[in-house]
């Protein structure tokens, strides 16, 4: 078998207030801190570039989420234009998801969009964390089956997730993918 990495570990993010990001990540995304740093001005870690530095984690792994204050103000280049595009959250359940959303309209917090269909056809929303970070959140990505190929999906669309009707997509989900099976039978 070809050498290949076994999974994504962890994504590190550099923001411009490390309290305002912390309290993002903890308190409306419900992650957890395990714990947090400051470099001296003399101290060398993470890269020479990083002043201090939070780990947050959504299960027992160490940390999921690398976030860094930088020891010079850099501005990140404009419109997000190359480098990280986005990071994406899954969660656990359909309510999971809308009570995120909702989360997002009462305190504010930008939502870009709603959408379900293309590759890996699951309902999602985007939003923005405080430094303009793309955020994805979604619920039930499609699985890749025993065949190694995708189902079909349709086209990217977007939705309005408070009247989303999810149990009627899971339907639809099945019943695309049935079809399929069926067009490969002989």
């Not at 992650?31 to 990083?50: I, K, S």
């Not at 204050?69 to 850099?74: F, I, K, M, Q, Y």
Request: glycine share 10%; proline share 4%.
């Amino acid at each position: 078998m070809a050498l290949r990495v076994g999974r994504l570990g962890h994504v590190g993010i550099a923001v411009r207030d490390m309290e305002r990001s912390v309290s993002f990540y903890t308190e409306v995304l419900g992650m957890r801190l395990t714990e947090q740093f400051n470099y001296g001005l003399d101290e060398v870690g993470h890269g020479v570039a990083v002043l201090s530095g939070s780990f947050v984690r959504n299960d027992s792994t160490h940390h999921c989420l690398s976030i860094f204050t930088l020891r010079s103000a850099v501005e990140p280049p404009a419109e997000h234009a190359f480098g990280l595009h986005h990071i994406a959250f899954e969660m656990n359940s359909s309510d999971d998801l809308l009570a995120l959303y909702r989360r997002f309209e009462e305190r504010g917090i930008v939502i870009v969009n709603a959408r379900k269909g293309g590759p890996g056809n699951q309902p999602r929303f985007y939003g923005r964390d405080p430094d303009g970070n793309l955020l994805e959140f979604y619920w039930s990505i499609d699985q890749i089956g025993w065949d190694g190929i995708a189902r079909p999906y349709p086209p990217i669309e977007e939705i309005e997730l408070e009247s989303f009707d999810f149990e009627a997509f899971e339907r639809e989900r099945e019943r695309m993918a049935e079809s399929a099976r069926n067009a490969k039978k002989f």
